[in-house]
């Protein structure tokens, strides 16, 4: 019973003649939102799919004409629509445009050129091939151009790898029906269904990812671009040792003196070019993903600063690594065209004065499929209410772990490469040595933890070196003063071969060796702990601030006027149906014009009704395949990570001080 059509009620009363029934008796909540009478939240069966209406005659049928095609468009066309349905999705033309070598940018502009619908005709499809064409012999790249190449029955033909060209989920027609074609078909053109291997949005997608070593690729035996939405983790197996990495470095400053930027080199594990980019540029690129993807799971840029020092553009640096590096490796965000052209492009400002993108959320061009909807779970709110309720005291916990993280690394970063100035037992001007009794340690910092390095120097030296003062030296200055004892007393003053002398001065220029080797193991170390563990501590951070703002886009973007609408949809036929009553001069035309408004009422009412459940699917999504892996794996990856690290250098300093008790074992005594 949960299954049949909510029973529809009659807004106002009917009319004589029934005409405000076929307008206002039917309720745009008494069926899903794509007007098959399913309910998604239902466990019974779904109903048998009606087949696809025939879409509207193409706009490109004048530019193509009766001029004939290259049989390479035909082959084409074949390899994404082999039921030849007339039409294909614009993820499977940017598919087969990718088999052109063609740069990013220019495929986009040509899916822009043929199409903004999320499908297109196969007319549409010719004209791309021809575009396609026309850009690799380096002509004008136009629909006129095509036009008149059709004119005159001469249709390039394009340079197509089609033996590339991988089976995709998205090349299955649509099924799902309109029912309403007067009045919906004018609001949406029919939508693909929710796939991984079919991006939400318009823009064609960057294809040079390997299909076996990113998300998407063929998992367990199943043909790539599968839907792995319903069960398990949503994500490919092992997905966290697959993760592209990309890696951010400051190149140095340019522009004038009043207009000085700091410039940035992108490279990738992926790619074999690196690009060049500013600050503004990833303000760009981050404008057009929140616009585009508002109810998307992904971090937001590190702020700008006027005056920024060396340490606040390292701090930048590290946060756009990490930014970047999330949504490349989202799910969804990934394919997005902008973002690969931002990888890929080498003057992304050119490119950007060139190219006329869409700002088009992602709700108004896509949708989830019947099977995808019916997988949100009933209690979804209580479910968000949860995470909501405990996103503000983890965000304060992994800030104050990031705090006492970094403190703690940069103690033993100072451990590893300082030393404590001692106080003297005499001050002699030529010898600069501390007194080494055990009255000149000093107490360790309240609440601090003594390194591994503070421990031996002190069993070695006699003080702790988690105290740090004004007067710091070097452990290689430590070093260098060691050797600089075996030099000084490098003839004994007996004036003959004395084997004592000799003896303990071998066993010091032991000391001073292995000394510089623990230096040099401790600060590999601490660069392993910044760039690894530290990192991935403020990552996890980073994921929290994300899902707290996302609640913020969603709160302030998910209000629609569907109540407001339905209301006015009862005023105006209750208006209307007073003037068929009057029948008053030239009530005709307005009755029409209030027609007019009632079905667009309800075509918008139908469209922010699929937004909701839209947003719904989204928000689904980044719950369960995004925040919940990534908190729980990635945290499990760096602890583990942690671990293998702490102890390898726990293995290399004991073998180092091991190595050096066996060299001072003949030291002599007398």
């Given at each position: 019973m949960f299954n049949a059509p909510r029973p529809a009620q009659r807004y106002v009363g009917s009319t004589s003649n029934g005409f405000t029934g076929s307008f206002v008796d039917e309720n745009p909540l008494s069926s899903s939102v794509y007007d098959d009478g399913l309910d998604p939240w239902s466990a019974a069966p779904s109903p048998t799919p009606t087949p696809m209406p025939q879409a509207p005659a193409s706009v490109f049928t004048a530019v193509i004409a009766d001029a004939t095609v290259p049989s390479i468009y035909h082959r084409s066309y074949s390899a994404v629509d082999p039921e030849n349905t007339g039409e294909t999705s614009v993820n499977a033309l940017s598919r087969v445009l990718n088999t052109s070598s063609l740069p990013a940018s220019t495929i986009e502009k040509i899916v822009n050129l043929v199409s903004s619908r999320p499908r297109v005709s196969k007319l549409e499809f010719f004209v791309a091939l021809a575009l396609v064409a026309l850009a690799q012999t380096g002509k004008d790249v136009s629909i006129e151009q095509v036009a008149a190449l059709s004119s005159q029955n001469t249709l390039p033909e394009p340079t197509l790898d089609l033996d590339r060209l991988q089976p995709s989920v998205s090349m299955i027609p649509s099924t799902i029906p309109n029912p309403r074609k007067n009045s919906s078909q004018t609001v949406r053109a029919p939508l693909p269904a929710y796939s991984s291997d079919d991006p939400w949005t318009s823009n064609p997608r960057f294809a040079s990812v390997p299909?076996?070593?990113?998300?998407?690729?063929?998992?367990?035996?199943?043909?790539?671009?599968?839907?792995?939405?319903?069960?398990?983790?949503?994500?490919?197996?092992?997905?966290?040792?697959?993760?592209?990495?990309?890696?951010?470095?400051?190149?140095?400053?340019?522009?004038?003196?009043?207009?000085?930027?700091?410039?940035?080199?992108?490279?990738?594990?992926?790619?074999?070019?690196?690009?060049?980019?500013?600050?503004?540029?990833?303000?760009?690129?981050?404008?057009?993903?929140?616009?585009?993807?508002?109810?998307?799971?992904?971090?937001?840029?590190?702020?700008?600063?006027?005056?920024?020092?060396?340490?606040?553009?390292?701090?930048?640096?590290?946060?756009?690594?990490?930014?970047?590096?999330?949504?490349?490796?989202?799910?969804?965000?990934?394919?997005?065209?902008?973002?690969?052209?931002?990888?890929?492009?080498?003057?992304?400002?050119?490119?950007?004065?060139?190219?006329?993108?869409?700002?088009?959320?992602?709700?108004?061009?896509?949708?989830?499929?019947?099977?995808?909807?019916?997988?949100?779970?009933?209690?979804?709110?209580?479910?968000?209410?949860?995470?909501?309720?405990?996103?503000?005291?983890?965000?304060?916990?992994?800030?104050?772990?990031?705090?006492?993280?970094?403190?703690?690394?940069?103690?033993?970063?100072?451990?590893?490469?300082?030393?404590?100035?001692?106080?003297?037992?005499?001050?002699?001007?030529?010898?600069?040595?501390?007194?080494?009794?055990?009255?000149?340690?000093?107490?360790?910092?309240?609440?601090?933890?003594?390194?591994?390095?503070?421990?031996?120097?002190?069993?070695?030296?006699?003080?702790?070196?988690?105290?740090?003062?004004?007067?710091?030296?070097?452990?290689?200055?430590?070093?260098?003063?060691?050797?600089?004892?075996?030099?000084?007393?490098?003839?004994?003053?007996?004036?003959?071969?004395?084997?004592?002398?000799?003896?303990?001065?071998?066993?010091?220029?032991?000391?001073?060796?292995?000394?510089?080797?623990?230096?040099?193991?401790?600060?590999?170390?601490?660069?392993?702990?910044?760039?690894?563990?530290?990192?991935?501590?403020?990552?996890?951070?980073?994921?929290?601030?994300?899902?707290?703002?996302?609640?913020?886009?969603?709160?302030?973007?998910?209000?629609?006027?569907?109540?407001?609408?339905?209301?006015?949809?009862?005023?105006?036929?209750?208006?209307?149906?007073?003037?068929?009553?009057?029948?008053?001069?030239?009530?005709?035309?307005?009755?029409?014009?209030?027609?007019?408004?009632?079905?667009?009422?309800?075509?918008t009412i139908a469209a922010q009704l699929s937004r909701r459940v839209f947003i719904r699917a989204c928000l689904w999504h980044e719950l369960r395949v995004v925040l919940h892996n990534r908190e729980n794996a990635l945290l499990s990856e760096a602890v583990k990570n942690f671990a293998r690290h702490e102890h390898e250098y726990a293995e290399n300093v004991a073998n180092n001080w091991e190595s050096l008790s066996d060299a001072v074992e003949g030291m002599p005594f007398e």
């Open positions: 299909n076996n070593a990113a998300f998407g690729g063929a998992i367990d035996g199943l043909p790539n671009g599968t839907p792995s939405t319903l069960a398990g983790t949503g994500l490919p197996n092992e997905w966290w040792k697959k993760q592209e990495n990309i890696k951010i470095s400051i190149l140095g400053q340019q522009g004038f003196i009043l207009n000085r930027y700091t410039v940035y080199e992108i490279s990738s594990d992926r790619r074999e070019t690196s690009v060049i980019r500013r600050y503004s540029e990833f303000a760009y690129l981050w404008d057009v993903l929140v616009r585009r993807y508002p109810f998307r799971l992904f971090p937001a840029l590190p702020p700008k600063r006027l005056g920024a020092d060396e340490q606040f553009l390292e701090q930048r640096r590290r946060g756009l690594a990490r930014s970047l590096n999330f949504v490349v490796n989202h799910p969804i965000l990934k394919e997005d065209g902008v973002l690969a052209v931002f990888l890929t492009e080498p003057s992304f400002e050119t490119w950007r004065k060139q190219c006329a993108i869409t700002l088009e959320e992602e709700s108004a061009s896509r949708r989830v499929d019947r099977v995808e909807e019916m997988s949100i779970p009933s209690d979804l709110e209580d479910k968000l209410a949860a995470v909501r309720g405990r996103i503000v005291p983890l965000i304060e916990q992994w800030q104050r772990i990031c705090i006492l993280s970094e403190r703690i690394i940069k103690r033993r970063e100072a451990a590893a490469v300082r030393s404590p100035a001692l106080r003297r037992a005499f001050l002699p001007t030529h010898f600069t040595l501390p007194d080494l009794s055990p009255s000149s340690t000093t107490a360790p910092l309240p609440g601090s933890l003594p390194s591994m390095t503070g421990s031996l120097t002190q069993s070695f030296l006699g003080f702790d070196i988690t105290e740090l003062t004004e007067s710091q030296g070097d452990l290689s200055r430590l070093t260098n003063t060691l050797r600089s004892i075996v030099e000084v007393n490098e003839n004994c003053w007996r004036g003959d071969d004395c084997e004592l002398s000799n003896g303990v001065r071998s066993g010091l220029g032991q000391f001073a060796a292995h000394t510089q080797r623990h230096s040099e193991i401790s600060e590999i170390r601490s660069r392993v702990l910044q760039d690894t563990t530290l990192e991935s501590l403020k990552g996890q951070r980073d994921l929290y601030l994300a899902t707290r703002d996302l609640f913020i886009r969603h709160d302030r973007l998910s209000i629609d006027q569907v109540e407001r609408l339905k209301k006015r949809i009862e005023t105006t036929s209750v208006k209307m149906d007073g003037i068929r009553a009057a029948q008053k001069e030239n009530w005709q035309d307005e009755a029409e014009r209030l027609t007019a408004m009632i079905e667009k009422d309800q075509a």
